[in-house]
């Protein structure tokens, strides 16, 4: 099974939330849509801007974990290494 880090943010340079799942379409929708009480939906975070697959579910809590205490400069630096013009990822998941 694989599973997601990844990083919304509610506009480019805007606030971000970092999370986990073993299903990218599905938690990303849920955040869009706003079917999640809580950070994302209080503040619009539902650009996806950043994510990385892994095999391991302990790996990507891990590294979830990690990111969470990243500073701002290291996230965005992170996120313009993959993806320079802040784009919204999603379209480009859906398979």
């Known amino acids: 099974m694989n599973y997601y880090v990844y990083i919304l943010a509610s506009c480019r340079n805007g606030t971000f939330y970092v999370g986990v799942t073993n ?14 009480e809580g950070f994302t939906k209080r503040y619009g975070v ?19 974990k990690s990111m969470k205490r990243w500073g701002r400069k290291k996230k965005m630096a992170a996120i313009e290494a993959i993806n320079p013009n802040w784009d919204d990822l999603y379209a480009s998941i859906l398979f």
Do not use: K, P, W
């Not at 299903?23 to 999640?36: A, P, T």
């Not at 990385?52 to 891990?62: F, M, S």
């Open 23 to 36: 299903d990218l379409v599905r938690r990303i929708y849920e955040h869009r849509e706003g079917l999640i």
């Open 46 to 64: 539902t650009m996806l801007v950043y994510f990385e697959q892994h095999n391991d579910v302990e790996t990507a809590i891990r590294r979830e």
